[in-house]
């Protein structure tokens, strides 16, 4: 695990602390659901727009400070255990589900394999799991990165994440992110990460949802501000939604 997701787990929140509003308006309309799980849930911020919008939620998180953080944030407005998505077991049922920003790209494919099959315990049979995970081409270059500054308090930080290698045959990538402080307490430091990740390409993404207990009900852009139109399942992009229920 990483340094940004763990020790340096403050710059985390920070650096992501966008405003995600009209995406949970949109996810709370198309989940239907009143107790929501996150898996890699990190410091919250969708547990909370979530919980603002008066779902009872629920977020898991292998990190130990990603866990503390979304507890200081959601108090007593939902819960937050130290636990492996690929290996879990909270003893209930869930109507509904939610995982962003590509957070199970950091998953091998049999882990996604395992984490899928855990889900499916935890989901009341009309659930659904809306998770946001990038499809690449094969042969498609590494996208040219995201970059953005975040402010709290007195600390601005300018963040730069690129894709540094992309292999979508052999279904890897290598993620570069580089944190630098640019104000605050901690101004001048820079925290730069390699992150290993799954490159997922439609067929192999829809092979790996085939061999689990849930189907494909429908994929949309994540990527177009403010809206988040229905494409076809073989679309591909860096932000996809992926609405997955299980499989009768
Ligand atoms: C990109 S962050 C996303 C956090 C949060 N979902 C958000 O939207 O801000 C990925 C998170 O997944 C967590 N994570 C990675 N592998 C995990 C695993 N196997 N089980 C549970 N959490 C995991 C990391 O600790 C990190 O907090």
Same mark, same amino acid.
Do not use: C, I, R
């Given at each position: 695990m990483t340094r940004l997701y763990e020790e340096d787990a403050e710059l985390y929140d920070i650096a992501f602390d966008w405003d995600i509003s009209a995406e949970a308006d949109w996810l709370v309309e198309r989940l239907q659901a009143t107790t929501v799980l996150e898996p890699g849930c990190g410091s919250g911020r969708m547990l909370e727009a979530l919980a603002d919008r008066g779902c009872r939620v629920v977020g898991i998180d292998t990190s130990p400070q990603m866990v503390e953080l979304a507890r200081l944030r959601l108090g007593t407005r939902g819960e937050v255990f130290e636990a492996d998505m690929t290996h879990f077991d909270l003893g209930r049922k869930f109507d509904g589900a939610v995982c962003p920003i590509n957070? *199970? *790209?950091h998953l091998t494919p049999p882990e996604l394999g395992r984490h899928l099959q855990r889900m499916a315990r935890h989901l009341e049979p009309r659930a659904r799991y809306l998770v946001q995970v990038g499809l690449v081409e094969t042969g498609q270059e590494p996208f %040219?990165? &995201?970059h953005w500054e975040s402010s709290r308090g007195e600390t601005t930080v300018k963040v730069d994440w690129v894709d540094e290698e992309l292999d979508a045959v052999q279904g890897v990538s290598r993620q570069r992110s580089r944190i630098e402080v640019l104000s605050g307490p901690r %101004?001048?430091?820079? *925290?730069?990460e390699i992150h290993a990740m799954t490159a997922w390409t439609p067929a192999t993404w829809a092979e790996a949802i085939?061999? &689990?207990?849930?189907? @494909? %009900? %429908?994929?949309?852009? /994540? /990527?177009?501000? /403010? @809206?988040w139109p229905r494409v076809d399942v073989s679309a591909t992009g860096g932000l996809l939604w992926h609405e997955l229920s299980v499989a009768a």
């Open positions: 957070t *199970l *790209l %040219a990165g &995201s %101004a001048g430091e820079v *925290l730069e085939e061999a &689990s207990p849930f189907e @494909q %009900a %429908a994929t949309y852009d /994540g /990527g177009t501000k /403010g @809206q």
